[in-house]
T-cell receptor, first 119, second 111 residues
Framework: GAVVSQHPSRVICKSGTSVKIECRSL??????MFWYRQFPKKSLMLMAT?????????EQGVEKDKFLINHASLTLSTLTVTSAHPEDSSFYIC???????????????FGAGSRLTVL | QKEVEQDPGPLSVPEGAIVSLNCTYS??????FMWYRQYSRKGPELLMY????GNKEDGRFTAQVDKSSKYISLFIRDSQPSDSATYLC???????????FGKGTTLSVSS
């Protein structure tokens, strides 16, 4: 089945630094990837839709300049949290859809998530 | 009113019990319905996928969609301690679009 790899799984950084999270589709190509954020005991909140070769589409309330998304290839999307602050501490999860699935299918495969802690 | 409502629980049951989890939604355009299971500090993994209304069964799991009532359910038969996790319902209007998630229900199955 489709596998999405996310790295790093856990990162701790100082306030003001930037952190990059990678999301790779290992055995399929994904023109679109989705980045979610999850707070403790809360649901997954869609942050942005990452489109290969073009700009990401951000959800309302998500700062484009703080959460930089790059989707340079069909198997890799990156999320960079710039000038991180303690309130950015969260669980970030990426997902992708296997284009090889039958039409009408809308199954998203998720990465294992990256837990960011900003001190 | 949020688009997708799900009781966060927690729900505690003994091993072997039948578990019923459900979500309600407000957007009648939702056509694709999924249930994901998430273990602590892990990404969600797909359990069941249903298109439009109807039932779908896979082993001990049964998913039901009632679009007229805007209500979906997940039943777990013969629950096991390994089923202890958070169960998230998710749905979307079109194929290939992002999913809208419920809050998730935390389930604990005791042996």
């Amino acid at each position: 089945g489709a596998v999405v790899s996310q790295h790093p799984s856990r990162v701790i950084c100082k306030s003001g630094t930037s952190v990059k999270i990678e999301c790779r589709s290992l055995d399929f190509q994904a023109t679109t990837m989705f980045w979610y954020r999850q707070f403790p005991k809360k649901s997954l909140m869609l942050m942005a839709t990452s489109n290969e070769g073009s700009k990401a589409t951000y959800e309302q309330g998500v700062e484009k300049d703080k959460f930089l998304i790059n989707h340079a290839s069909l198997t890799l999307s990156t999320l960079t949290v710039t000038s991180a602050h303690p309130e950015d501490s969260s669980f970030y999860i990426c997902s992708a859809r296997d284009q090889g699935t039958s039409s009408g299918a809308n199954v998203l495969t998720f990465g294992a998530g990256s837990r960011l802690t900003v001190l | 009113q949020k688009e997708v409502e799900q009781d966060p629980g927690p729900l505690s049951v003994p091993e072997g019990a039948i578990v019923s989890l459900n979500c309600t939604y407000s957007n009648s355009a939702f056509q694709y319905f999924m249930w994901y299971r998430q273990y602590s500090r892990k990404g969600p993994e797909l359990l069941m996928y249903t298109y439009s209304s109807g039932n779908k069964e896979d082993g001990r799991f049964t998913a039901q969609v009632d679009k007229s009532s805007k209500y979906i359910s997940l039943f777990i038969r013969d629950s096991q301690p390994s089923d202890s996790a958070t169960y998230l319902c998710a749905m979307s209007t079109q194929a290939g679009t992002a999913l809208i998630f419920g809050k998730g229900t935390t389930l604990s199955v005791s042996s």
